[in-house]
């Protein structure tokens, strides 16, 4: 399922246009993205938990060059679902 799937899965669920979904889902999205931001962790209970988590430098390898190289540290999401969701999956 990919985003415009989702979409129209709210729409159709909730009897409603396919603009008025988008903007619940895109709301929904935002405000996760906001409280990632801002609170590093997202519970929604019986679904999962979204965390920010913080990535070091790292060394790596230049593909063209082949020269070592550090990357730089990254902030990256990451996903912990709840029990009640693995259970019905």
């Given at each position: 399922?990919?985003?415009?799937?989702?979409?129209?899965?709210?729409?159709?669920?909730?009897?409603?246009?396919k603009?008025?979904?988008?903007?619940?889902?895109?709301?929904?999205?935002?405000?996760?993205?906001?409280?990632?931001?801002?609170?590093?962790?997202?519970?929604?209970?019986?679904?999962?938990?979204?965390?920010?988590?913080?990535?070091?430098?790292?060394?790596?390898?230049?593909?063209?060059?082949?020269?070592?190289?550090?990357?730089?540290?990254?902030?990256?999401?990451?996903?912990?679902?709840?029990?009640?969701?693995k259970?019905?999956i």
């Open positions: 399922m990919n985003k415009g799937d989702l979409i129209e899965a709210v729409a159709s669920e909730l009897k409603l246009s603009a008025e979904a988008s903007r619940m889902v895109d709301t929904v999205l935002g405000c996760i993205t906001t409280g990632l931001k801002h609170d590093a962790k997202v519970n929604l209970v019986g679904f999962g938990t979204f965390c920010r988590r913080d990535r070091g430098p790292r060394r790596g390898m230049n593909p063209v060059t082949k020269e070592p190289m550090t990357i730089p540290p990254t902030k990256t999401c990451g996903f912990r679902p709840s029990g009640q969701l259970a019905n």
